[in-house]
C-alpha cells in the first residue's frame, strides 16, 4: 500500500445526523456501551443508561430504527446491536468541543513537558510514546517539513586539531549535527571565525540554500584570518561545512516517530487486523500521507472508510496539527480500533498537541 485514495462521497450528510433527541441519545448510550465492553449492547442495558427514561420495549424499537437507518447494525441474529461507521460518527460529532482528560493524565502531560529537553527528534519520540501511554494505541507523531526550516544559528566546535562537529540550530527546533574531518591540524581561532562567518551568512536560509550561499568572498573579506593558510584552513571548513549541509538537505524527509505499536494485539480482537496495521505503520510515507490526508478533508477523527484505507476498515484516527511560532510544524495522531474511547483519544490528541506546540516555541 503506497498511497491512500479518500472516500469519494461525504460518508455522513446532514439529512442522515438528523435524529430526535431521543434516538440520539439512545445511540449514544449503545456506542459507549460497545466501547466498554466490546460485547453487543442490548435493549435491556440501553434502558437503564443514564438520560434513556423509557422502556426496554421502547428502546428496542429505537435500535431497530436505527438499524434501518444505518447507525446501527445486528452482527447475528438474536444478538444486540454495535455501531457502524455512521454511528460512530454521530457519537464523535456529539463530543466535539467537549472531550475533556481526567486529572492524573493532565498532570502526566504536565509533567512530561516540563521536563522534556535535548533535541527535537528525542522529544518527538517521546511524545510519541507520552501519547500512547495516554491513550492505549499506537500514536504517530510527524516531524517538521525539512524543507521549510531555516537557519537559526551556527557553531563549529573543536573536537580534536582535526575534527569539528557543526551544529546548525533550524527555526522548526531541529538541531543538525555533522561532524567534519580535516587533513591537516586546524587552530581553535579559525575555527571561531569559520563558525562566525557561516552564522551570518547562514541565517536565514533553508539547508538547500545555504549549501550554494556565498558565506564568505576569499580575496576580499575584511574578516578573512591574517596569513594566507589560515585563509586556507578558513576555506577549507566553509566548504565543509556548507557540503555536509547539502547533503542533509538531499536527504531530508519527513521524520515518523511511532509508539505504542506492541499494544496493537491488545487493541484489535483479528490477529489478521493486527498484522495489516502493522504493515501500515512501517510505511513511513503512507503513515504521512493517511495524517495529511486526514487534515486536509477538515477531520481531525476519521473512521473506518474514512480514513481511505481497506485494511483500516477496522481502525479510527485522530489527529491534530501542532505548531511552531503560530505556524504549522507537523501532525500528531493515534490510531486505533473503531470502538476506541474517543474522548479521551481527541483530549488527549488535543491536550498534547497544543503543549507541544508550547514547548517548541519556548523553545
Same mark, same amino acid.
Given at each position: ?8 462521497? *461525504? ?77 460512530? &460518527? ?63 544559528? !551556527? ?20 538541531? *543538525? ?7 591537516? *591540524? ?5 575555527? +571561531? ?21 556565498? !558565506? ?14 589560515? !585563509? ?34 491488545? +487493541?484489535?480482537?483479528?490477529? +489478521?487486523?493486527?498484522?495489516? !496495521? ?18 486536509? &478533508? ?15 476498515? *477496522? ?49
Amino acid at each position: 500500500m503506497s498511497d491512500v485514495t479518500p472516500p469519494t462521497d *461525504d460518508p455522513i450528510g446532514p439529512e442522515q445526523r438528523a435524529l430526535d433527541a431521543r434516538k440520539a441519545t439512545i445511540l449514544r448510550a449503545v456506542v459507549s456501551e460497545y466501547i466498554e465492553t466490546a460485547q453487543p449492547v442490548g435493549s435491556g442495558h440501553v434502558a437503564r443508561a443514564p438520560g434513556v427514561n423509557v422502556s426496554s420495549a421502547t428502546v428496542r424499537n429505537d435500535m431497530v430504527s436505527l438499524e434501518h437507518e444505518g447507525f446501527l447494525q445486528q452482527p447475528h441474529t438474536s444478538a444486540g446491536r454495535v455501531p457502524t461507521d455512521k454511528g460512530y &460518527r454521530f457519537f464523535v460529532d456529539s463530543l466535539e468541543g467537549s472531550a475533556a482528560l481526567d486529572a492524573g493524565d493532565s498532570k502526566q502531560i504536565r509533567t512530561f513537558f516540563a521536563e522534556a529537553h535535548g533535541e527535537l527528534e528525542q522529544m518527538l519520540a517521546d511524545t510519541s510514546r507520552l501519547l500512547s501511554s495516554l491513550t492505549q494505541y499506537a500514536a504517530v507523531v510527524v516531524g517538521p517539513p525539512p524543507e521549510a526550516a531555516t537557519v537559526r544559528s !551556527v557553531q563549529v566546535v573543536g573536537l580534536t586539531s582535526r575534527v569539528a562537529l557543526l551544529v546548525v540550530v533550524l527555526s522548526n527546533g531541529v538541531i *543538525d549535527k555533522h561532524t567534519l574531518e580535516f587533513d591537516r *591540524d586546524i587552530d581553535d581561532v579559525v575555527l +571561531a571565525a569559520a563558525g562566525a562567518r557561516l552564522a551570518v551568512g547562514l541565517a536565514g536560509l533553508t539547508l538547500t540554500a545555504s549549501a550554494d550561499a556565498v !558565506v564568505w568572498n576569499e580575496p576580499t573579506d575584511p574578516a578573512r584570518p591574517v596569513g594566507p593558510e589560515a !585563509v586556507d584552513d578558513l576555506t577549507t571548513i566553509v566548504r565543509a561545512a556548507q557540503a555536509a549541509l547539502g547533503g542533509a538537505a538531499s536527504r531530508s524527509s519527513d521524520q515518523v516517530y511511532i509508539g505504542g505499536t506492541s499494544r496493537m494485539a491488545s +487493541a484489535f480482537d483479528a490477529v +489478521a487486523t493486527v498484522s495489516e !496495521v502493522l504493515q501500515i505503520l512501517e510505511q513511513q510515507y503512507v503513515v504521512v500521507t493517511l495524517l495529511h490526508d486526514v487534515l486536509d &478533508r477538515g477531520l481531525h477523527v476519521a473512521i473506518g472508510t474514512e480514513t481511505g484505507m481497506e485494511p483500516l476498515a *477496522d481502525c479510527s484516527v485522530v489527529v491534530s496539527t501542532y505548531e511552531v511560532e503560530g505556524e504549522p510544524a507537523g501532525s500528531i495522531g493515534v490510531l486505533g480500533p473503531t470502538r476506541m474511547n474517543y474522548n479521551q483519544a481527541m483530549a488527549a490528541v488535543a491536550v498534547v498537541s497544543q503543549r507541544l506546540s508550547n514547548r517548541l516555541t519556548e523553545g
